[in-house]
T-cell receptor, first 112, second 112 residues
Framework: ELKVEQNPLFLSMQEGKNYTIYCNYS?????LYWYRQDPGKSLESLFV?????AVKQEGRLMASLDTKARLSTLHITAAVHDLSATYFC????????????FGEGTQLTVNP | NAGVMQNPRHLVRRRGQEARLRCSPM?????VYWYRQLPEEGLKFMVY????????ESGMPKERFSAEFPKEGPSILRIQQVVRGDSAAYFC??????????FGPGTRLTVT
C-alpha cells in the first residue's frame, strides 16, 4: 500500500524567510503533484513532477523530485503572507490511472 | 472548456436521510474519482469510475455508500442513512486515462 508522508505538518514562519516542505512516499511512482488549498476551498494545482530530477519553479515556490530517494520537496523563498495555506503532495502511478494518494498536508502560516 | 462541476456546493442533511452528490467531469474526460476530506485532514480516495464501470472502490465504506457513473449524465455519490461522521468535504476529480486529474470545487456535507 502506498503511503505518503509530509513534514512538517504545521509551519509558522516569518515573512522573508525560506523554508522547505518534505514529501516522502513508500513505493515506486511515476508522478507527483503539489496542491495548495485555502480554507473552505478546493485544490489548486501547483506543480506536476513526472521524472527523476525534475525541478519546477513558479514565483516563490520551487518543487523537485528525487524518485530514487522517493522524496519531493517544496521550497519557499522569501515567504509572503499570501502564501499562507495548506499544501498537499499527492502521488500517483500509471497503473492506478489517475488515482492519487495524498499526504496529510502542511499548514503554512506566514507572519508579518 | 468548463472545469469539473459539482453540485450542490453545500448540503445539509439530518441523521438518517440520504445525500446525493453529483459530479460532471470536464469535457473529454471519461474517468472520475471521488475523495473525502474530513476536517483538518488530507484527501482520502474513495472510488474510481469510468462510464458504467466501477474500476476501484477500495476506499469506499462497505455500507451506506455507493457510486455510479452512467452512460449519460453526471457521476453520483450516494450516502444512505447519513450519520454525523459523514460530515466532510467530498471532492470529485476527472481525467483522461493516465492524465492529470482536475478537481472540482467540492460538496460540503453537514449532517445535523
Amino acid at each position: 500500500e502506498l503511503k505518503v508522508e509530509q513534514n512538517p505538518l504545521f509551519l509558522s514562519m516569518q515573512e522573508g524567510k525560506n523554508y522547505t516542505i518534505y514529501c516522502n512516499y513508500s513505493t515506486t511512482s511515476d508522478r507527483l503533484y503539489w496542491y495548495r488549498q485555502d480554507p473552505g476551498k478546493s485544490l489548486e494545482s501547483l506543480f506536476v513532477l513526472l521524472s527523476n530530477g525534475a525541478v519546477k519553479q513558479e514565483g516563490r515556490l520551487m518543487a523537485s523530485l528525487d524518485t530514487k530517494a522517493r522524496l519531493s520537496t517544496l521550497h519557499i523563498t522569501a515567504a509572503v503572507h499570501d502564501l499562507s495555506a495548506t499544501y498537499f503532495c499527492a502521488v500517483g502511478s500509471e497503473t492506478s490511472g489517475s488515482r492519487l494518494t495524498f499526504g496529510e498536508g502542511t499548514q503554512l502560516t506566514v507572519n508579518p | 472548456n468548463a472545469g469539473v462541476m459539482q453540485n450542490p456546493r453545500h448540503l445539509v442533511r439530518r441523521r438518517g436521510q440520504e445525500a446525493r452528490l453529483r459530479c460532471s467531469p470536464m469535457k473529454g474526460h471519461s474517468h472520475v474519482y471521488w475523495y473525502r476530506q474530513l476536517p483538518e485532514e488530507g484527501l482520502k480516495f474513495m472510488v474510481y469510475l469510468q462510464k458504467e464501470n466501477i474500476i476501484d472502490e477500495s476506499g469506499m465504506p462497505k455500507e451506506r455508500f455507493s457510486a455510479e457513473f452512467p452512460k449519460e449524465g453526471p457521476s453520483i455519490l450516494r450516502i444512505q442513512q447519513v450519520v454525523r461522521g459523514d460530515s466532510a468535504a467530498y471532492f470529485c476529480a476527472s481525467s483522461p486515462y493516465g492524465g492529470e486529474p482536475y478537481f472540482g470545487p467540492g460538496t460540503r456535507l453537514t449532517v445535523t
